[in-house]
T-cell receptor
Framework: QKEVEQDPGPLSVPEGAIVSLNCTYS??????FMWYRQYSRKGPELLMYTYSSGNKEDGRFTAQVDKSSKYISLFIRDSQPSDSATYLC????????????FGAGTRLFVKA | DVKVTQSSRYLVKRTGEKVFLECVQDMDHENMFWYRQDPGLGLRLIYFSYDVKMKEKGDIPEGYSVSREKKERFSLILESASTNQTSMYLCASIRGAVSSYNSPLHFGNGTRLTVT
């Protein structure tokens, strides 16, 4: 079983839709939870970062962490064609980027 | 703005060739990493380096080696390329030891390697 599970999609939605992206994990030691966005032919870039449980909002993006269920989500409101990308969840138990475990990534297409 | 530059976007090599993938970062980051990215598998860590001439194995080091002679440069070496090493290779760097919102992993744009 993988430490981090993420549905690879693809997920196709119309412009303006609310998008929900999710990951589950098995390691209860994870404390740092991240979402990276990767455009085609580009490297991943950090989109959202959450420490421990709770919600974090940044513009149209909301990240949620439920440690009791070992489940994290990224919500995108009023989705735009420019949101079309692969979204990777990532998590870490402690210090050091080398302990970051990535999900497989979900490909999202937002149709105009 | 942090820049991580990978020297090649696309490479095609033959089985058995020795392959060098080069990565340079311009922000004086201590830690550098090599990942490979495959559909359905996500990013998997091959090797990382926390200082010049220092290296540590990641999750999938078999068939690879690395070199870090200067702080800004981290090279991935495929000693004898095989078809199962066909993949997207991503280099990343980070300041310090803590991955945080103010200090995330910074990735290059990747090298797509095809071994025939």
């Amino acid at each position: 079983q993988k430490e981090v599970e993420q549905d690879p999609g693809p997920l196709s939605v119309p412009e303006g839709a609310i998008v929900s992206l999710n990951c589950t994990y098995s390691n209860s030691a994870f404390q740092y939870f991240m979402w990276y966005r990767q455009y085609s032919r580009k490297g991943p870039e950090l989109l959202m970062y959450t420490y421990s449980s709770g919600n974090k909002e940044d513009g149209r993006f909301t990240a949620q962490v439920d440690k009791s269920s070992k489940y994290i989500s990224l919500f995108i409101r009023d989705s735009q064609p420019s949101d079309s990308a692969t979204y990777l969840c990532a998590m870490s138990a402690g210090t050091g980027g080398f302990k970051t475990i990535f999900g497989a990534g979900t490909r999202l297409f937002v149709k105009a | 703005d942090v820049k991580v530059t990978q020297s090649s976007r696309y490479l095609v090599k033959r089985t058995g060739e020795k392959v060098f993938l080069e990565c340079v970062q311009d922000m004086d980051h201590e830690n550098m990493f090599w990942y490979r990215q495959d559909p359905g598998l996500g990013l998997r860590l091959i090797y990382f380096s926390y200082d010049v001439k220092m290296k540590e194995k990641g999750d999938i080091p078999e068939g690879y080696s690395v070199s870090r002679e200067k702080k800004e440069r981290f090279s991935l070496i495929l000693e004898s390329a095989s078809t199962n090493q066909t993949s997207m290779y991503l280099c990343a760097s980070i300041r310090g030891a803590v991955s945080s919102y103010n200090s995330p992993l910074h990735f290059g744009n990747g090298t797509r390697l095809t071994v025939t």
